[in-house]
């Protein structure tokens, strides 16, 4: 009996050993495609395993610095001063890319309202209050929409969606920038707050007259109405996985050279959508570290093909251009 | 050695707070208790919208909790049959088994419609000339979170009151209602007389739960960092400003800031605990 129990323990520790284990924590955000991802991958690989803890971006980062991790990731890019304090380079490799859906709950109001990025402003200082006000008509004459009172919903927690969302609001107008400015967690003019995305998805399916944002796949999978947002070049678009995606089309190989802390908001494009972002994994540059090498590994896949798990789990995929370019990036780093 | 172990426990968990909350005391000072802005980009930080929500919330709690809390635990331990009553007993306590996050859940799905819906026209049109009844309700805000907590605080009330009745020796009773006493006056002056400091007693347990409870409330508070009056209006408490911010805190000073509100909220969980006993040594009758 003894030994069956010590060759077990052999065989256990033997296993054990061959299996490199590799850590990470951070965004909540791409944690849906990210262990959809892990699962793909190690069919295929039986010799790694990953263990992603989904903590939160500022976590992720918390971590990395930390060195209790192997990979972070974040939706919102690392500060300058993060950067600095690590004990290693950190690139910054996109993944996937997301969108923040502005979603209403009006009853009687047909679905993909209009909404220009001024009025979006304006609801949101809390000079507009009303669903009837003229500059929201103006937008939408032929819909009928009532005296009501808005009710903005934000978010309560810190967070990366809030981040994106507010630097849009930032690049659109001057009296938000110096007013409020852009960050994960913010002073709200006006609104109630809601605990994560599934907060305010709840919020706002329970209170009639509601505005409030979250990440465009919480608004799909919840049946949410969205709002068509006017963009750069002033046409009304849908957040979808297509227009998020156009969003860095308009990037060129020369911006993927360099730093790729890139804000997407309000980019080119007649087709773009305007609140769109890059979520990253947060790579630290090691040389002779065996999980290192196994995460570039991981990337290279995920990169090319992964990328076709993206849609169905309700991201954008990236531009061809920029996952080619990363591609070179990461195969030009040294083991 | 465990007694000492504890008071360590909660000196080093003050030390603690204290040295996480340093730079945001450096730099606001006492002042930080009156400060109105919280407004994490400018790097501003003031408690006052927190500590009034934690205030609010708690005390509109125990003026509703109390006075049910008190008629059940006398309703079960005096007026109904022993076997009822016991039935009756199990389930309040099973109130306080609920995990606090169905109770948040409940909040969003029932009782926010039914406040907005029901319960705020009513006090509009009944109390609707007091600056604490005025302006729009959404349903969620600092009197949903105060129910919510009202409903919680219940079976730690009630289950300790109904201890203390049952200290009271049957004689007492028995010679109240031998000298003639009606059941009420019975009641009265046998059982809730001399039960004083012990029924504050559980009302302090309900004010500590109260005071720290975190989920709850920041499912139904609205989590806002504005000052309003009205407790139609959303607010925010010390303990879900922590639990909403504290994952994702944007810089040092934010953490700080933060931290020191938790060390606020020790001070006035201890101090209120304090002022309890002091009523209780004061009120104990005297033998």
Known sequence: MKNIIILGLCLMSFSLGAITKINGAGATFPYPIYSKWFSEYQKNKHDVEFNYQSIGSGGGIQQLLKQTVDFGASDAPMSDEDLKSAAWPILHIPTVMGAVAIVYNLEGAPNNLKLSSEVLVGILMGKIVKWNDPALKLLNPKVDLPDKDILVVTRADGSGTTSVFTDYLSSISQDWKTKVGNGKSVSWPVGVGGKGNEGVTGLVQKSQGSIGYVELAYAITNKLKVFALENSQNEFVLPEIDSTSQSAASLTTKDFSGDLRISLVNAKGKKAYPISAFTYILLPVKQGNVQNKEIKNFLLWALTKGQKFAPELHYAILPKKLSESLIKKITQLKD | ?287
């Not at chain 2, 059982?191 to 139904?220: D, H, K, N, Q, Y």
């Not at chain 2, 009056?229 to 879900?240: C, V």
């Open chain 2, 1 to 287: 050695m465990l007694a000492i172990a504890i008071i360590m426990l909660i000196v080093s968990l003050a030390i603690l707070l204290f040295k996480l909350s340093l730079p945001a005391i450096s730099k606001f000072g006492i002042g930080f208790i009156w400060g109105q802005v919280w407004n994490p980009i400018s790097e501003e930080f003031g408690a006052l919208p927190f500590i009034l929500g934690t205030l609010t919330t708690s005390f509109v709690a125990l003026l509703i909790a109390t006075p049910l809390s008190i008629s059940v635990a006398l309703f079960i331990s005096e007026i109904c049959p022993k076997k009822i009553g016991h039935i009756i007993g199990i389930f309040v306590e099973m109130i306080a088994a609920v995990p606090s996050i169905v109770f948040g859940l409940w909040g969003i799905f029932s009782l926010a419609p039914w406040i907005q819906n029901s319960a705020t026209p009513f006090l509009k049109s009944t109390l609707g000339f007091l600056p604490l009844f005025q302006g729009p309700s959404y349903g969620i805000g600092v009197l949903a979170a105060s129910l919510i907590l009202a409903i919680m605080i219940i079976p730690t009330i009630s289950s300790f009151c109904r201890e203390v009745f049952r200290t009271i020796p049957l004689q007492t009773k028995e010679a109240a209602l031998a000298l003639g006493a009606t059941r009420f006056e019975m009641i009265k002056i046998t059982i809730l007389r001399p039960s004083f400091s012990g029924m504050i007693g559980g009302v302090v347990l309900g004010l500590g739960r109260a005071l720290g409870e975190t989920m709850a409330v920041a499912m139904v508070i609205g989590n806002s960092h504005r000052l309003a009056i009205s407790i139609l209006a959303p607010g925010s408490t010390m303990a879900s400003v922590i639990a909403n911010e504290y994952a994702e805190a944007s810089n040092a000073m934010h953490m700080a800031s933060l931290g020191y509100i938790a060390l606020l909220l020790l001070v006035v969980t201890l101090m209120v605990n304090g002022l309890a006993r002091f009523i209780i040594w004061k009120w104990s009758p005297k033998i």
